[in-house]
């Protein structure tokens, strides 16, 4: 057989298109999606350049203008002076306030979370699956139906309008979705690894913290986002049980927002806004493609 006459010889070289070339269609792609992301960014610009700006600047420009002589005074008085009611001490103690409550309400529903994902998969008892459910039942109820019960509660326990009753709050109703992720996600973890481990002598917290634990990363860092998020962005329970010293920021920028007064200063309003929402955008920032991870590693699969 001469080389012209064999097969890969006579098969004419295909055509090779690089990868990612610049089509018509991949264009108007991109136009599409720089119009959805500019069209959801728009708010927060305005947010941003408000918040830069002197009063007179706020009067005489537009929603879009570039501040021309970009100043901090606008942060600074939401943050330390600005009236909430009739005190005006600013946003700081409402932001303490919810850092306090953010912190071990998220580290204890995460970790009960945690431990009932644990033993609800691996460690399965006469009626497991019937308390999973009613703790599931818990996701999808409204949060005005336990408003009446869990203020009586928090009467009888003395922590009514305290930062430890709102802390006590988040953790409750919290715990039926941190259940739910670690549970799915600890239903893919193989049941080898724990019964190796108990045929090797290995007790329950032994399995829990040494096996368990290390491979549940992706969900920690999901749960951990979601409660953080959904904690600190709360106004419900924090205006229903929260004291004149315990309320969170979401309720101060509320008060802040509402309070009247001769002029309205929209650059307070805008800075204070960004200072209540300045701790869920770092978050989402940088560790954004983690909960991404996460949460196609099992956080919501079952």
Same mark, same amino acid.
């Not at 064999?6 to 070289?13: D, E, I, K, V």
């Not at 991404?292 to 956080?299: D, K, N, P, Q, Y």
């Given at each position: ?10 098969? $004419?070289?295909?055509? %090779?298109?690089?990868?990612? &070339? =610049? ?5 108007? /792609?991109? #136009? @599409? ?115 009446? $019960?869990?203020?009586? %509660?928090?009467?009888?326990? &003395? =922590? ?5 009753? /709102?802390? #006590? @709050? ?133």
């Amino acid at each position: 057989m001469t080389p012209s006459s064999s097969p890969t010889a006579a098969r $004419p070289l295909a055509t %090779v298109r690089k990868p990612g &070339g =610049l089509s018509w269609q991949r264009i108007l /792609l991109l #136009l @599409v999606l720089l119009g959805f992301a500019g069209f959801f960014l728009a708010p927060l610009y305005v947010m941003v350049s408000t918040s830069f700006k002197t009063m007179d600047e706020v009067r005489n420009g537009t929603l879009l203008s570039i501040p021309m002589s970009p100043s901090f005074e606008a942060w600074s008085k939401a943050w330390s002076s600005a009236c909430t009611g009739t005190d005006c001490g600013g946003l700081k103690p409402f932001f303490m306030n919810s850092v306090f409550m953010v912190v071990p309400a998220v580290l204890i529903s995460t970790a009960l979370g945690a431990l009932n994902g644990y033993v609800l998969t691996k460690w399965r008892f006469r009626g497991s699956e019937l308390l999973f459910a009613m703790l599931l039942f818990g996701v999808f109820m409204p949060m005005q139906v336990v408003l009446l $019960p869990m203020s009586q %509660v928090l009467g009888t326990l &003395g =922590l009514a309008s305290s930062v430890w009753g /709102l802390i #006590l @709050v988040h953790v409750l109703a919290g715990m039926p979705s941190t259940t739910l992720f670690f549970r799915n996600y600890y239903a893919g973890l193989p049941d080898e690894l724990i019964k190796a481990a108990t045929l090797d002598g290995a007790s329950f917290w032994q399995i829990f913290w040494r096996i368990v634990v290390p491979l549940s990363t992706p969900i920690l860092v999901v749960t951990l986002i979601w409660q953080f998020t959904s904690i600190w962005n709360d106004f419900l329970y924090g205006v229903v049980f929260s004291g004149a010293d315990s309320k969170p920021i979401t309720v101060g920028l509320n008060n802040l927002a509402n309070t009247s007064s001769t002029v309205k200063e929209y650059n307070v309003d805008m800075a204070a806004a960004l200072i209540a929402a300045l701790p869920t955008l770092v978050v989402y920032v940088v560790a954004g493609k983690y909960f991404v991870r996460g949460l196609t590693a099992g956080a919501v699969k079952g």
